[in-house]
């Protein structure tokens, strides 16, 4: 499956953005998906996943309730909403997917991986 990622761009603090990433290759059913995000010099980050059933949800810490993954398996895409957002979710943000896959926090989890959108939040 090939991911593509997209909906980065700058925004002040406290705004909004809505990330997609659109699969081609093979259809998103039956893949566990998530986001990850990598800030300069620091390494990737575990940011949200979604099962490939049932749909349950896990966040890391500092986006609980300012950020809601989904995926829309009709149009073979993922979403990452993110409100109020701070400087420190400044970051290049990547979509990957783990056949199968349940709730997965670590990145040799997924062996599939989008090329990454940048998101920049300005104080």
């Known amino acids: 499956v090939q991911l593509q990622a997209s909906g980065g761009g700058l925004v002040q603090a406290g705004g909004s953005l809505r990330l997609s990433c659109t699969a081609s290759?093979?259809?998103?059913?039956?893949?566990?998906l998530a986001w990850f995000r990598q800030a300069p010099g620091k390494e990737r980050e575990f940011v949200a996943t979604?099962?490939?059933?049932?749909?349950?949800?896990d966040y890391t810490d500092s986006v609980k309730g300012r950020f809601v993954i989904s995926r829309d398996n009709a149009k073979n895409t993922l979403y990452l909403q993110m409100d109020s957002l701070k400087p420190e979710d400044t970051a290049v943000y990547y979509c990957?997917?783990?056949?199968?896959?349940?709730?997965?926090?670590?990145?040799?989890?997924?062996?599939?991986w989008g090329q990454g959108t940048q998101v920049t939040v300005s104080s």
């Open positions: 290759g093979r259809a998103l059913s039956t893949y566990g």
């Open positions: 990957a997917a783990r056949v199968y896959g349940g709730s997965a926090r670590n990145v040799l989890d997924y062996p599939y």
């Open positions: 979604i099962a490939w059933v049932g749909g349950s949800t």
